[in-house]
Protein backbone atom coordinates (compact mmCIF):
# COMPACT_ATOMS: atom_id res chain seq x y z
CA UNK A 1 0.00 0.00 0.00
CA UNK A 2 2.69 2.44 0.49
CA UNK A 3 6.11 2.48 -0.41
CA UNK A 4 9.28 4.42 0.37
CA UNK A 5 12.44 4.47 -1.86
CA UNK A 6 15.34 6.13 -1.00
CA UNK A 7 13.53 8.52 1.32
CA UNK A 8 15.95 11.23 2.93
CA UNK A 9 15.24 14.68 4.69
CA UNK A 10 17.87 17.18 5.38
CA UNK A 11 17.03 20.53 6.71
CA UNK A 12 18.73 23.94 5.26
CA UNK A 13 19.00 26.50 7.88
CA UNK A 14 18.91 30.01 6.34
CA UNK A 15 18.70 31.71 9.58
CA UNK A 16 22.19 29.17 10.64
CA UNK A 17 23.67 30.60 7.11
CA UNK A 18 22.38 27.73 5.44
CA UNK A 19 23.83 25.07 7.73
CA UNK A 20 22.23 21.87 6.97
CA UNK A 21 21.25 19.20 9.04
CA UNK A 22 19.91 16.02 8.33
CA UNK A 23 16.68 14.75 9.59
CA UNK A 24 17.37 11.01 8.49
CA UNK A 25 19.32 9.27 5.94
CA UNK A 26 18.14 7.58 2.64
CA UNK A 27 15.55 4.77 3.89
CA UNK A 28 13.36 2.37 1.82
CA UNK A 29 11.03 -0.01 2.82
CA UNK A 30 7.24 -1.37 1.75
CA UNK A 31 4.40 -1.63 3.65
CA UNK A 32 1.80 -3.86 2.58
CA UNK A 33 -2.04 -3.66 3.16
CA UNK A 34 -3.62 -4.18 6.35
CA UNK A 35 -0.34 -4.47 7.92
CA UNK A 36 1.62 -2.63 10.28
CA UNK A 37 5.24 -1.29 10.23
CA UNK A 38 7.35 -0.30 12.77
CA UNK A 39 10.02 2.25 13.21
CA UNK A 40 12.72 1.56 15.28
CA UNK A 41 15.85 3.19 16.37
CA UNK A 42 17.56 5.62 19.02
CA UNK A 43 16.09 9.35 19.47
CA UNK A 44 17.69 11.49 17.11
CA UNK A 45 17.81 8.93 14.38
CA UNK A 46 14.95 10.60 12.33
CA UNK A 47 11.72 8.65 13.32
CA UNK A 48 9.34 11.25 13.59
CA UNK A 49 10.45 12.98 10.50
CA UNK A 50 9.42 9.99 8.42
CA UNK A 51 6.03 9.71 9.48
CA UNK A 52 6.00 13.26 9.28
CA UNK A 53 7.31 13.68 5.65
CA UNK A 54 4.82 10.89 4.68
CA UNK A 55 1.98 12.80 6.13
CA UNK A 56 3.81 15.94 4.23
CA UNK A 57 4.18 18.38 7.33
CA UNK A 58 8.52 18.39 6.45
CA UNK A 59 8.93 18.30 2.32
CA UNK A 60 11.52 15.08 1.37
CA UNK A 61 14.53 16.70 -0.05
CA UNK A 62 14.71 13.42 -1.94
CA UNK A 63 13.38 9.95 -2.60
CA UNK A 64 9.86 8.94 -3.54
CA UNK A 65 6.60 7.93 -1.39
CA UNK A 66 4.52 6.06 -3.27
CA UNK A 67 0.77 5.22 -2.02
CA UNK A 68 -2.09 3.39 -3.18
CA UNK A 69 -4.93 5.64 -2.70
CA UNK A 70 -8.67 4.55 -2.31
CA UNK A 71 -9.42 8.31 -4.23
CA UNK A 72 -6.70 8.92 -6.40
CA UNK A 73 -5.20 5.66 -7.30
CA UNK A 74 -1.63 4.97 -6.95
CA UNK A 75 0.34 8.47 -6.27
CA UNK A 76 3.52 10.02 -5.35
CA UNK A 77 2.98 11.86 -1.89
CA UNK A 78 5.88 13.85 -2.13
CA UNK A 79 5.03 15.71 -5.55
CA UNK A 80 0.74 15.32 -5.27
CA UNK A 81 -0.47 18.59 -5.16
CA UNK A 82 -1.84 20.37 -1.76
CA UNK A 83 -5.62 20.17 -2.02
CA UNK A 84 -5.18 16.49 -2.96
CA UNK A 85 -3.10 16.01 0.56
CA UNK A 86 -5.78 17.55 2.33
CA UNK A 87 -8.18 15.51 0.68
CA UNK A 88 -6.14 12.14 1.46
CA UNK A 89 -6.15 13.68 5.19
CA UNK A 90 -9.72 14.22 5.40
CA UNK A 91 -10.85 10.66 3.85
CA UNK A 92 -7.76 8.31 4.41
CA UNK A 93 -4.92 9.28 6.22
CA UNK A 94 -4.41 10.01 9.58
CA UNK A 95 -1.77 10.76 11.76
CA UNK A 96 -1.69 10.82 15.94
CA UNK A 97 1.24 12.37 17.68
CA UNK A 98 2.25 12.45 21.57
CA UNK A 99 1.19 16.00 21.65
CA UNK A 100 -2.33 17.59 21.58
CA UNK A 101 -2.47 19.30 17.98
CA UNK A 102 -6.57 20.29 18.56
CA UNK A 103 -7.86 23.82 18.86
CA UNK A 104 -8.23 25.48 21.92
CA UNK A 105 -11.43 26.39 23.24
CA UNK A 106 -13.46 23.54 21.61
CA UNK A 107 -15.23 21.19 23.93
CA UNK A 108 -13.65 17.78 23.85
CA UNK A 109 -16.55 15.47 22.60
CA UNK A 110 -16.49 18.38 19.75
CA UNK A 111 -13.19 17.77 18.70
CA UNK A 112 -13.63 14.23 18.49
CA UNK A 113 -16.72 14.37 16.59
CA UNK A 114 -15.33 16.44 14.15
CA UNK A 115 -14.26 13.88 11.78
CA UNK A 116 -17.41 12.40 11.69
CA UNK A 117 -19.54 15.80 11.16
CA UNK A 118 -17.07 16.13 8.11
CA UNK A 119 -18.07 12.77 6.65
CA UNK A 120 -21.57 14.04 6.63
CA UNK A 121 -22.58 12.43 9.55
CA UNK A 122 -25.54 14.32 11.84
CA UNK A 123 -24.10 16.08 14.58
CA UNK A 124 -26.16 14.68 17.25
CA UNK A 125 -25.58 11.38 16.19
CA UNK A 126 -21.25 12.22 16.02
CA UNK A 127 -21.49 13.17 19.26
CA UNK A 128 -22.87 10.06 20.22
CA UNK A 129 -19.79 8.18 18.89
CA UNK A 130 -17.97 10.30 20.16
CA UNK A 131 -18.78 10.09 23.74
CA UNK A 132 -18.71 6.11 23.72
CA UNK A 133 -15.27 6.09 22.35
CA UNK A 134 -14.26 8.53 24.82
CA UNK A 135 -15.83 6.64 27.68
CA UNK A 136 -13.68 3.44 26.42
CA UNK A 137 -10.42 5.08 26.65
CA UNK A 138 -11.34 5.84 29.96
CA UNK A 139 -11.84 9.99 29.83
CA UNK A 140 -15.00 10.55 32.13
CA UNK A 141 -18.25 11.68 31.02
CA UNK A 142 -17.67 14.74 32.84
CA UNK A 143 -15.27 15.88 31.00
CA UNK A 144 -16.62 15.03 27.89
CA UNK A 145 -17.89 19.34 27.68
CA UNK A 146 -14.85 20.81 29.12
CA UNK A 147 -11.67 22.10 27.29
CA UNK A 148 -8.86 19.48 26.23
CA UNK A 149 -6.32 22.05 26.84
CA UNK A 150 -6.83 21.46 30.63
CA UNK A 151 -6.30 17.89 30.14
CA UNK A 152 -3.34 16.01 31.67
CA UNK A 153 -0.63 14.67 29.34
CA UNK A 154 -2.15 11.09 29.14
CA UNK A 155 -5.90 12.35 28.70
CA UNK A 156 -4.71 14.68 25.63
CA UNK A 157 -3.29 11.78 24.27
CA UNK A 158 -6.02 9.80 24.44
CA UNK A 159 -8.25 12.81 22.67
CA UNK A 160 -5.53 12.82 19.62
CA UNK A 161 -5.82 9.24 19.20
CA UNK A 162 -9.82 8.99 19.70
CA UNK A 163 -10.15 12.12 16.86
CA UNK A 164 -7.78 10.27 14.29
CA UNK A 165 -9.35 6.31 14.79
CA UNK A 166 -13.56 7.40 15.39
CA UNK A 167 -13.65 7.45 11.57
CA UNK A 168 -10.86 4.42 11.06
CA UNK A 169 -8.26 5.77 8.09
CA UNK A 170 -6.92 3.27 5.62
CA UNK A 171 -3.44 4.48 6.67
CA UNK A 172 -2.34 5.43 10.07
CA UNK A 173 0.38 7.37 11.41
CA UNK A 174 1.27 6.58 15.03
CA UNK A 175 3.74 8.66 16.84
CA UNK A 176 4.32 7.39 20.47
CA UNK A 177 0.30 7.77 21.35
CA UNK A 178 1.15 5.64 24.02
CA UNK A 179 3.96 8.04 25.76
CA UNK A 180 2.28 9.30 28.76
CA UNK A 181 -0.29 6.57 29.79
CA UNK A 182 -0.81 4.36 32.55
CA UNK A 183 -0.85 0.60 32.20
CA UNK A 184 -4.59 0.34 31.78
CA UNK A 185 -5.07 3.19 29.38
CA UNK A 186 -1.93 1.74 27.41
CA UNK A 187 -4.22 -1.90 27.16
CA UNK A 188 -7.39 0.08 25.53
CA UNK A 189 -5.07 1.80 23.06
CA UNK A 190 -3.63 -1.21 22.37
CA UNK A 191 -7.02 -3.29 22.02
CA UNK A 192 -8.35 -0.61 19.63
CA UNK A 193 -5.51 -0.52 17.33
CA UNK A 194 -5.29 -3.91 17.02
CA UNK A 195 -9.52 -4.28 16.01
CA UNK A 196 -8.67 -1.36 13.95
CA UNK A 197 -6.07 -3.34 12.27
CA UNK A 198 -8.32 -5.97 11.98
CA UNK A 199 -10.75 -3.96 10.23
CA UNK A 200 -8.15 -3.36 7.00
CA UNK A 201 -6.17 -0.36 8.64
CA UNK A 202 -2.56 0.43 7.68
CA UNK A 203 -0.56 1.19 10.22
CA UNK A 204 3.14 2.84 10.41
CA UNK A 205 3.96 3.42 13.69
CA UNK A 206 6.51 4.59 16.89
CA UNK A 207 6.69 3.06 20.18
CA UNK A 208 9.50 2.92 22.71
CA UNK A 209 7.19 0.39 24.60
CA UNK A 210 8.99 -3.13 22.40
CA UNK A 211 5.86 -5.65 23.96
CA UNK A 212 3.63 -2.89 21.95
CA UNK A 213 5.43 -3.15 18.79
CA UNK A 214 5.76 -7.10 19.31
CA UNK A 215 2.43 -7.42 19.93
CA UNK A 216 0.76 -4.94 17.24
CA UNK A 217 3.46 -5.29 14.32
CA UNK A 218 4.27 -7.33 11.28
CA UNK A 219 7.60 -6.10 10.31
CA UNK A 220 9.99 -3.53 12.31
CA UNK A 221 12.12 -1.30 10.47
CA UNK A 222 15.48 -0.29 12.21
CA UNK A 223 16.50 3.48 11.36
CA UNK A 224 19.99 3.87 9.57
CA UNK A 225 22.68 5.87 11.40
CA UNK A 226 22.91 9.18 10.21
CA UNK A 227 25.54 10.20 7.51
CA UNK A 228 26.62 13.38 8.85
CA UNK A 229 27.10 16.41 6.05
CA UNK A 230 29.86 18.67 6.64
CA UNK B 1 -11.46 19.37 -7.62
CA UNK B 2 -11.61 23.04 -9.39
CA UNK B 3 -10.73 26.08 -8.01
CA UNK B 4 -13.28 28.34 -6.94
CA UNK B 5 -11.65 31.31 -7.61
CA UNK B 6 -8.52 32.18 -9.53
CA UNK B 7 -5.83 35.02 -9.66
CA UNK B 8 -3.23 34.86 -12.37
CA UNK B 9 -0.35 37.65 -12.15
CA UNK B 10 -1.90 40.07 -10.20
CA UNK B 11 0.15 43.45 -10.48
CA UNK B 12 -0.61 46.75 -8.39
CA UNK B 13 1.82 49.28 -9.17
CA UNK B 14 2.16 52.72 -7.69
CA UNK B 15 4.00 55.23 -9.96
CA UNK B 16 4.87 55.62 -13.61
CA UNK B 17 6.51 51.87 -13.92
CA UNK B 18 10.23 51.58 -15.74
CA UNK B 19 11.26 48.61 -18.08
CA UNK B 20 13.61 47.84 -15.08
CA UNK B 21 10.96 48.03 -12.44
CA UNK B 22 10.40 43.94 -12.55
CA UNK B 23 14.21 43.12 -12.35
CA UNK B 24 15.28 45.69 -9.70
CA UNK B 25 12.85 44.82 -7.43
CA UNK B 26 11.08 41.95 -5.60
CA UNK B 27 11.75 39.52 -2.56
CA UNK B 28 15.37 38.92 -4.37
CA UNK B 29 16.02 42.48 -4.49
CA UNK B 30 15.04 43.58 -0.89
CA UNK B 31 12.42 46.58 -1.69
CA UNK B 32 9.23 46.90 -3.75
CA UNK B 33 10.47 50.15 -4.71
CA UNK B 34 11.67 50.38 -7.90
CA UNK B 35 15.11 52.72 -7.76
CA UNK B 36 14.79 54.08 -11.34
CA UNK B 37 11.36 55.28 -11.30
CA UNK B 38 10.59 55.72 -7.90
CA UNK B 39 7.22 53.37 -8.51
CA UNK B 40 5.78 50.68 -5.80
CA UNK B 41 5.25 47.54 -7.25
CA UNK B 42 2.71 47.12 -4.33
CA UNK B 43 2.24 43.19 -5.57
CA UNK B 44 3.59 41.97 -8.56
CA UNK B 45 2.73 39.08 -10.51
CA UNK B 46 1.05 36.86 -7.97
CA UNK B 47 -0.58 33.56 -8.88
CA UNK B 48 -2.87 31.49 -6.65
CA UNK B 49 -5.99 29.42 -6.44
CA UNK B 50 -8.48 29.24 -4.02
CA UNK B 51 -10.95 25.39 -3.95
CA UNK B 52 -14.13 25.30 -2.51
CA UNK B 53 -14.53 25.39 1.09
CA UNK B 54 -11.13 26.35 1.85
CA UNK B 55 -9.62 28.86 4.12
CA UNK B 56 -6.20 29.88 2.47
CA UNK B 57 -3.79 31.53 4.36
CA UNK B 58 -1.34 35.32 3.22
CA UNK B 59 0.76 35.88 5.42
CA UNK B 60 4.04 38.80 5.39
CA UNK B 61 5.23 41.35 6.93
CA UNK B 62 3.65 44.85 6.68
CA UNK B 63 4.22 46.29 3.32
CA UNK B 64 4.48 42.44 1.63
CA UNK B 65 1.25 43.26 -0.39
CA UNK B 66 -0.77 40.80 1.18
CA UNK B 67 -3.33 43.75 1.86
CA UNK B 68 -2.79 44.79 -1.77
CA UNK B 69 -3.65 41.82 -3.29
CA UNK B 70 -7.38 40.71 -1.32
CA UNK B 71 -8.57 44.44 -1.73
CA UNK B 72 -7.74 44.51 -5.51
CA UNK B 73 -9.85 41.32 -5.70
CA UNK B 74 -12.71 43.12 -3.42
CA UNK B 75 -12.45 45.72 -6.41
CA UNK B 76 -11.43 48.51 -4.14
CA UNK B 77 -9.16 49.97 -6.53
CA UNK B 78 -7.84 48.92 -9.93
CA UNK B 79 -5.02 46.79 -11.15
CA UNK B 80 -2.18 47.73 -12.99
CA UNK B 81 -2.37 43.98 -14.69
CA UNK B 82 -3.48 41.08 -13.88
CA UNK B 83 -6.51 38.07 -13.86
CA UNK B 84 -9.28 37.03 -11.67
CA UNK B 85 -11.35 34.56 -12.35
CA UNK B 86 -14.43 33.22 -10.03
CA UNK B 87 -15.86 29.67 -11.26
CA UNK B 88 -19.07 29.53 -8.83
CA UNK B 89 -20.28 26.36 -9.99
CA UNK B 90 -17.39 24.90 -8.71
CA UNK B 91 -18.42 26.14 -4.71
CA UNK B 92 -22.14 25.42 -3.26
CA UNK B 93 -25.07 27.47 -4.16
CA UNK B 94 -25.70 30.68 -2.44
CA UNK B 95 -28.20 33.53 -1.89
CA UNK B 96 -27.45 35.30 -5.57
CA UNK B 97 -28.47 34.25 -9.26
CA UNK B 98 -26.06 36.49 -10.18
CA UNK B 99 -24.13 34.01 -13.11
CA UNK B 100 -20.75 34.82 -13.67
CA UNK B 101 -18.45 32.81 -16.73
CA UNK B 102 -15.38 31.11 -15.35
CA UNK B 103 -13.45 31.98 -18.14
CA UNK B 104 -14.18 35.38 -17.66
CA UNK B 105 -11.59 38.02 -16.80
CA UNK B 106 -13.57 39.97 -14.39
CA UNK B 107 -10.89 42.69 -14.27
CA UNK B 108 -11.86 42.99 -17.33
CA UNK B 109 -15.62 43.80 -16.87
CA UNK B 110 -17.51 47.26 -16.25
CA UNK B 111 -17.42 49.08 -12.59
CA UNK B 112 -21.22 48.54 -12.77
CA UNK B 113 -20.87 44.24 -12.88
CA UNK B 114 -17.83 44.69 -10.60
CA UNK B 115 -20.11 46.37 -8.20
CA UNK B 116 -22.99 43.48 -8.76
CA UNK B 117 -20.60 40.73 -8.12
CA UNK B 118 -18.52 42.13 -5.12
CA UNK B 119 -22.19 43.26 -3.49
CA UNK B 120 -23.34 39.73 -3.90
CA UNK B 121 -20.77 37.08 -4.50
CA UNK B 122 -18.10 38.37 -1.83
CA UNK B 123 -17.54 39.46 1.76
CA UNK B 124 -15.29 41.36 2.93
CA UNK B 125 -13.92 42.11 6.43
CA UNK B 126 -11.24 44.76 7.09
CA UNK B 127 -8.88 45.89 9.90
CA UNK B 128 -10.84 48.70 10.75
CA UNK B 129 -13.97 49.03 11.36
CA UNK B 130 -14.55 52.17 10.02
CA UNK B 131 -13.27 50.75 6.65
CA UNK B 132 -16.39 48.63 6.67
CA UNK B 133 -18.97 50.02 8.36
CA UNK B 134 -20.40 53.18 8.93
CA UNK B 135 -20.21 53.68 12.62
CA UNK B 136 -22.67 56.60 13.01
CA UNK B 137 -25.69 54.36 11.39
CA UNK B 138 -27.07 51.41 13.43
CA UNK B 139 -25.79 47.79 13.35
CA UNK B 140 -28.74 46.42 11.42
CA UNK B 141 -28.82 49.70 9.35
CA UNK B 142 -25.25 48.65 8.00
CA UNK B 143 -26.12 45.20 7.09
CA UNK B 144 -29.06 46.29 5.67
CA UNK B 145 -27.64 48.46 3.30
CA UNK B 146 -25.72 45.22 1.87
CA UNK B 147 -28.70 43.70 1.48
CA UNK B 148 -30.82 46.65 -0.44
CA UNK B 149 -27.19 46.89 -2.31
CA UNK B 150 -27.81 43.29 -3.48
CA UNK B 151 -31.43 43.63 -4.63
CA UNK B 152 -33.33 43.56 -0.83
CA UNK B 153 -36.39 45.15 -1.15
CA UNK B 154 -38.81 44.11 1.91
CA UNK B 155 -38.03 45.78 4.84
CA UNK B 156 -39.36 43.47 7.14
CA UNK B 157 -37.66 40.74 6.03
CA UNK B 158 -33.97 42.77 6.09
CA UNK B 159 -34.58 43.53 9.43
CA UNK B 160 -35.10 39.66 10.33
CA UNK B 161 -32.12 38.91 7.95
CA UNK B 162 -29.99 41.37 10.35
CA UNK B 163 -31.32 40.10 13.54
CA UNK B 164 -30.16 36.61 12.47
CA UNK B 165 -26.58 37.11 11.47
CA UNK B 166 -26.41 39.57 14.42
CA UNK B 167 -27.31 36.54 16.69
CA UNK B 168 -25.33 34.36 14.44
CA UNK B 169 -22.11 36.60 15.26
CA UNK B 170 -23.16 36.74 18.76
CA UNK B 171 -23.81 40.31 18.89
CA UNK B 172 -26.88 41.08 20.98
CA UNK B 173 -29.93 42.07 18.96
CA UNK B 174 -31.05 44.28 21.52
CA UNK B 175 -28.37 46.27 20.48
CA UNK B 176 -29.17 45.80 16.80
CA UNK B 177 -30.12 49.83 16.47
CA UNK B 178 -27.32 51.43 17.99
CA UNK B 179 -24.55 52.34 16.10
CA UNK B 180 -21.12 50.48 16.17
CA UNK B 181 -19.14 53.25 17.32
CA UNK B 182 -20.62 52.80 20.90
CA UNK B 183 -19.04 48.98 20.05
CA UNK B 184 -16.24 47.94 21.54
CA UNK B 185 -13.39 46.65 18.54
CA UNK B 186 -14.61 43.36 18.79
CA UNK B 187 -17.98 43.67 18.96
CA UNK B 188 -17.42 45.75 15.82
CA UNK B 189 -15.67 43.05 13.83
CA UNK B 190 -18.29 40.71 14.40
CA UNK B 191 -21.19 43.34 12.80
CA UNK B 192 -18.43 43.50 10.00
CA UNK B 193 -18.56 39.42 9.58
CA UNK B 194 -22.40 39.76 9.87
CA UNK B 195 -22.45 42.72 7.34
CA UNK B 196 -20.18 40.40 5.09
CA UNK B 197 -21.59 36.98 5.45
CA UNK B 198 -25.29 38.81 4.72
CA UNK B 199 -25.62 38.27 1.52
CA UNK B 200 -24.34 34.44 1.60
CA UNK B 201 -20.56 35.19 -0.40
CA UNK B 202 -19.21 32.78 -2.47
CA UNK B 203 -16.05 34.24 -1.46
CA UNK B 204 -14.82 35.77 1.99
CA UNK B 205 -12.21 37.91 2.51
CA UNK B 206 -10.25 38.82 6.18
CA UNK B 207 -8.09 41.49 6.37
CA UNK B 208 -5.76 41.23 9.50
CA UNK B 209 -9.62 40.89 10.71
CA UNK B 210 -7.60 40.04 14.82
CA UNK B 211 -5.00 42.64 14.96
CA UNK B 212 -5.23 45.24 17.02
CA UNK B 213 -8.21 43.32 19.59
CA UNK B 214 -7.20 42.27 22.95
CA UNK B 215 -5.82 38.72 23.52
CA UNK B 216 -8.90 36.94 24.69
CA UNK B 217 -11.28 39.21 21.98
CA UNK B 218 -9.09 38.23 19.63
CA UNK B 219 -9.63 34.38 20.49
CA UNK B 220 -13.36 35.11 20.39
CA UNK B 221 -13.52 36.35 17.29
CA UNK B 222 -11.09 33.79 15.96
CA UNK B 223 -13.38 31.29 17.40
CA UNK B 224 -16.63 32.64 15.89
CA UNK B 225 -14.73 32.63 12.03
CA UNK B 226 -13.54 29.14 12.85
CA UNK B 227 -17.48 27.60 13.52
CA UNK B 228 -19.04 29.83 11.01
CA UNK B 229 -16.59 28.58 8.13
CA UNK B 230 -17.39 25.09 9.16
CA UNK B 231 -20.79 25.78 9.43
CA UNK B 232 -20.90 27.55 6.18
CA UNK B 233 -18.33 26.31 4.64
CA UNK B 234 -17.37 29.54 2.36
CA UNK B 235 -14.17 29.89 0.67
CA UNK B 236 -12.19 32.38 2.19
CA UNK B 237 -9.08 33.80 2.57
CA UNK B 238 -7.24 35.08 5.62
CA UNK B 239 -4.73 38.04 5.70
CA UNK B 240 -2.41 37.94 8.69
CA UNK B 241 0.29 38.41 9.93
CA UNK B 242 0.24 36.64 13.17
CA UNK B 243 1.22 32.98 12.49
CA UNK B 244 -1.01 32.15 15.37
CA UNK B 245 -3.97 32.81 13.38
CA UNK B 246 -2.83 31.08 10.24
CA UNK B 247 -2.08 28.21 12.47
CA UNK B 248 -6.01 28.68 13.90
CA UNK B 249 -7.83 28.87 11.10
CA UNK B 250 -6.00 28.09 7.64
CA UNK B 251 -4.95 24.71 5.70
CA UNK B 252 -2.32 25.96 3.12
CA UNK B 253 -0.43 29.51 3.52
CA UNK B 254 0.68 31.53 0.61
CA UNK B 255 4.35 33.44 2.25
CA UNK B 256 4.39 37.40 0.82
CA UNK B 257 7.80 39.79 1.03
CA UNK B 258 8.12 42.96 -1.18
CA UNK B 259 5.18 42.10 -2.96
CA UNK B 260 6.10 38.90 -4.44
CA UNK B 261 5.10 35.00 -2.80
CA UNK B 262 8.00 33.56 -1.50
CA UNK B 263 6.31 30.08 -0.36
CA UNK B 264 3.30 28.61 -1.02
CA UNK B 265 2.52 25.05 0.91
CA UNK B 266 0.50 23.03 3.25
CA UNK B 267 -0.10 25.62 6.49
CA UNK B 268 1.59 22.95 8.96
CA UNK B 269 4.49 22.59 6.63
CA UNK B 270 4.86 26.48 6.20
CA UNK B 271 4.95 26.43 10.18
CA UNK B 272 6.98 23.45 10.66
CA UNK B 273 9.25 23.12 7.84
CA UNK B 274 9.38 26.39 6.11
CA UNK B 275 12.33 26.90 3.23
CA UNK B 276 12.23 29.77 2.09
CA UNK B 277 15.20 32.70 4.09
CA UNK B 278 12.31 35.09 4.94
CA UNK B 279 9.96 32.40 6.09
CA UNK B 280 12.24 30.10 8.44
CA UNK B 281 12.80 33.69 9.76
CA UNK B 282 9.06 34.78 10.46
CA UNK B 283 8.61 31.04 11.97
CA UNK B 284 11.91 31.84 14.02
CA UNK B 285 10.63 35.07 14.86
CA UNK B 286 7.13 33.37 17.00
CA UNK B 287 7.27 34.64 20.56
Keep these: ?230 | MKPILRVRELTKRYGPGCPDCFDLTGAGQGTNQCPRCKSILACRQVSFDLFPNEVLGVVGESGSGKSTVVRLLHFDFEPTAGRFYLDLKAGQQSGSALAIDPDQDLFALSAFHRRRIRNERMGIVYQNARMGLHLKVSAGGNIAERLLMAGWRHVGRMQSRAAQLLEQTEVPVRRMNEPPRNFSGGMQQRVQIAKALSTQPAVLLLDEVTTGLDVSVQARVLDLIRSLQQELGVATIVVSHDLGVIRLLTSRTIVMRHGCIVEAGLSDQILEDPQHPYTQLLVNSVL
Design chain 1, 1 to 230: MLTVENLEKRFVSHVLDGKQIVGFSPISFTVPNGTAMGLSGPSGYGKSSVLKCIYRTYLASSGRITYDSEAFGRIHLTELPENQILALRRREMGYVTQFLSVLPRVPVLDVVAEPLVHAGVDRSEARRAAGALLQRLRIDARLHDTYPATFSGGEKQRVNLARAVIRPPRLLLLDEPTASLDAAAMRVVLELLVEMKQKGTTMIAIFHDRSIMDRLMDDIYNMPEKETHS
